[in-house]
């Protein structure tokens, strides 16, 4: 390879396209975390300028270049094995710095700048041929129309028509251009044409960059993941892109024809595949947590989150290696991934999904990535509802008797591997698999198990709210008969003690010998109680502080006068609220829970 340092004008300043491929990421750079860095370096370059003061060049790190092979009466063009966010962000800056000048009707500026930003190819048939910089192919449209508006205002205007995965690229234009004219106007208006001038020649004289130009030899794939194991920030389903494109051609698939139809809906859709969201305590891109689950299926075994894209090399070079094929079944099972998130609204696969988020299990994902493909059509409905019924009890009913969750990752790959040996995802072989389990870190508990900790453990204490509450939700649809209207129950609903924590005042205690010890006693039983199953029921955020701790008649009237539940329409008929109620209304809740739930 060829390695050298050049100023930005030395790049830009002559007739040359810088492509980036189709397998590169899109653009990412954002305003904290990289704009305002490069902003801050070129201001104090500024300033050293204006004040006449030495000026030690700013090093923007480096971009790494291929040459392209280019056919007679084309542009010079070189492939961008990394750097694109660089390059982007700069030719971003000078098209503002350009339209700024433009503006300001300093023409001669203007053009200096346009020189740094159009190729000049009068000839060419290509028109996309006059950008110096081409991203890639999910950002060319949006890139195309930010570079030709011409103006701030323009930019704005395209900035509100364009969809949220988007709106980094005209973002980061007006991010610079604003920036560049509270600075040049902060002067006083004859020194204006001075400070875009000081402009202009920092940015093209005092910004360096190294260049690493590849030779016939050098393989970019590996200097790319050796960029990005130095530091680079790519995710691993980036490197996964990178890796099969770059398969794809040394095996002389058509690249542009498997984009569209494999990986265009990944850079399309980036706001959803590349959004953060929580798994555990961590924030993860989605994209990252579907290539985790999708290779815990693939493989079988457990694999570790620092090495997805290792891992999925390893898949791709066991398996045949045929580039076209993996992207296939990768999409594929994306597609099946999104299905999950976007269910429609309490129907059984949606209240399933939901209930898992509640407890906080999404380490059956791989698993249901299968069930999902295989199960969820109209021909295997009853066959599908079998699992997520067996699934879901299973994981119920464990929380319910507080067993621990933290070998379910070792649970469902050993699942996993002995349904893919059989090819059998059948509910019967799910069952069977989960009913073989003896040990307290994997058994299903059984229906006295589960009586016992229902009836007897202070559920409000020992679980989470989200769980509890999802517990209870569940009891509200279950507890509803064919007449029963169909009323949404409110996601954010609160849990309410039937008979309140503070109970002294309301709630007299009754015993049979008024001893110290009796009234002791008496008083710690009801405090156990209070926190069971029994007493607990979902109000409105309104509703429950305007009844929390008042005397059970008038509680219970406000109760049946508001809520629309049918886990509350019971309370009609009783006349008082004590221990025994307790007692028998948590009886009456397992009848449903163990429906729910059955083993």
């Not at 991010?175 to 040049?184: L, R």
């Not at 004289?205 to 016939?216: F, Y």
Request: aromatic fraction near 10%; glycine fraction near 2%.
């Amino acid at each position: 390879m060829k390695v050298d340092k050049l100023t930005l004008g030395r790049i830009f300043d002559h007739t040359e396209r810088f492509e980036a491929p189709l397998f590169q990421r899109p653009y990412v750079w954002v305003e904290d975390r990289n704009w305002v860095p490069l902003w801050d370096s070129v201001k104090d370059l500024l300033d050293h300028r204006l004040a006449e003061r030495a000026v030690r060049p700013h090093f923007l790190g480096a971009i790494v270049l291929d040459q392209l092979r280019t056919i007679t009466g084309k542009i010079l063009a070189r492939q961008v094995i990394d750097g694109q966010q660089r390059l982007t962000t700069l030719q971003l800056a000078f098209a503002s710095a350009r339209d700024l000048a433009e503006e300001a009707q300093f023409h001669k500026h203007a053009m200096a700048l346009r020189k740094l930003t159009d190729n000049d190819v009068p000839l060419s048939d290509d028109p996309d041929e006059i950008f110096k910089m081409w991203p890639t192919n999910a950002d060319r449209d949006v890139f195309r129309d930010v570079m030709k508006a011409g103006s701030a205002s323009k930019v704005e205007a395209l900035l509100k028509k364009t969809d949220s995965g988007d709106k980094l690229i005209p973002s980061a234009y007006l991010y610079f251009y604003a920036a560049f004219k509270e600075w040049a106007e902060s002067a006083d208006p004859p020194l204006f044409a001075q400070r875009l001038e000081a402009l202009y020649t920092t940015l093209r004289d005092d910004v360096h960059v190294v260049v690493i130009d590849l030779e016939t030899e050098d393989d970019a794939q590996e200097i790319f993941e050796t960029l990005n194991a130095l530091g680079t920030p790519l995710l691993p389903a980036d490197l996964v892109k990178n890796y099969l494109f770059r398969l794809a051609d040394l095996n002389h698939q058509p690249t542009l024809k498997l984009y569209e139809q494999f990986w265009a809906p990944f850079d399309e859709d980036r706001s959803y595949w590349r959004k953060e969201v929580r798994q555990g305590r961590l924030n993860r891109p989605r994209i990252d947590l579907f290539l985790h689950h999708y290779l815990t299926l693939m493989r079988a075994e457990e694999v570790n989150a620092m090495k997805l894209f290792t891992t999925f090399r390893d898949h791709v070079e066991s398996n045949g290696s045929d580039a076209a094929k993996q992207m296939a079944t990768f999409r594929h099972y994306a597609d099946v991934y999104r299905s999950m998130e976007e269910l429609e609204l309490s129907s059984r696969e949606e209240l399933f999904i939901y209930r898992l988020e509640q407890l906080d299990t999404t380490t059956l994902f791989p698993l249901l990535l299968e069930i999902f493909k295989r199960y969820r059509n109209p021909e295997r409905r009853d066959e599908f509802e079998q699992i997520l019924i067996s699934l879901e009890s299973f994981v119920v009913r464990r929380t319910v008797c507080g067993l621990t969750t933290k070998n379910y990752n070792k649970l469902i790959v050993s699942l996993i591997k002995q349904l893919r040996q059989a090819d059998d995802f059948s509910p019967v072989a799910i069952r069977e698999f989960l009913l073989e389990q003896s040990s307290d870190t994997n058994r299903w508990p059984t229906d006295e198990e589960f009586r016992v900790a229902w009836m007897t453990t202070k559920l409000y204490r020992a679980i989470r709210r989200s769980k509890l509450r999802m517990i209870l939700e569940a009891l509200e649809i279950a507890s509803r008969t064919g007449k029963t209207e169909k009323v949404w129950v409110e996601r954010k609903l609160t849990i309410e003690h039937l008979m309140p924590v503070a109970w002294e005042r309301h709630w007299p205690l009754v015993i049979e010998q008024s001893t110290a010890e009796g009234i002791e006693k008496a008083g710690e039983h009801r405090s156990e109680v209070i926190h069971r199953i029994g007493n607990l029921s979902l109000l409105t955020r309104g509703l429950n502080p305007a009844v929390s701790n008042g005397p059970w008649l008038r509680k219970r009237d406000e109760i049946l006068k508001h809520s629309a539940l049918s886990i509350n329409r019971s309370f009609g008929t009783i006349q008082v609220w004590n221990e025994d109620s307790i007692e028998m209304r948590s009886a009456a809740l397992f009848d449903v829970a163990k429906k729910i739930w059955p083993r």
